[in-house]
Nanobody, 123 residues
Framework: QVQLVESGGGLVQAGESLSLSCAASGRTFSRFAVAWFRQAPGKEREFVATINNPSGIAYYADSVKGRFTISRDNAKNTVYLEMNSLKPEDTAIYFC????????????????WGQGTQVTVSS
């Protein structure tokens, strides 16, 4: 069982940066692949990035590639999402999720979810 809690969301202007954190509980956290998803009003939840363990291999959605960086610190049971050059279209609720399998981009394939944190980017 894994419980996830996101933090770090807020309101920023276009071009600025923001860093999100996902703190996890559970001694088996290091065995999970972790991902970030986001959901804008009226839209479906979409994949943002995922990172495997222990390889640290990451995979990104094309819309954020080169701007966002996912990382994890297993000693702290935390996954991070560094977001640079933010755009208004990045505005959404950001969720972290955990799965036993790496490389999944469908939300339905993730077993555990956090409550989400709001990111708003003004133009």
């Amino acid at each position: 069982q894994v419980q996830l809690v996101e933090s770090g969301g807020g309101l920023v202007q276009a071009g600025e940066s923001l860093s999100l954190s996902c703190a996890a509980s559970g001694r088996t956290f290091s065995r999970f692949a972790v991902a970030w998803f986001r959901q804008a009003p009226g839209k479906e939840r979409e994949f943002v990035a995922t990172i495997n363990n222990p390889s640290g291999i990451a995979y990104y959605a094309d819309s954020v590639k080169g701007r966002f960086t996912i990382s994890r610190d297993n000693a702290k049971n935390t996954v991070y999402l560094e977001m640079n050059s933010l755009k208004p279209e990045d505005t959404a609720i950001y969720f972290c999720a955990a799965s036993w399998a790496f490389g999944r981009i469908a939300a339905s394939e993730y077993n555990y979810w956090g409550q989400g944190t709001q990111v708003t980017v003004s133009s």
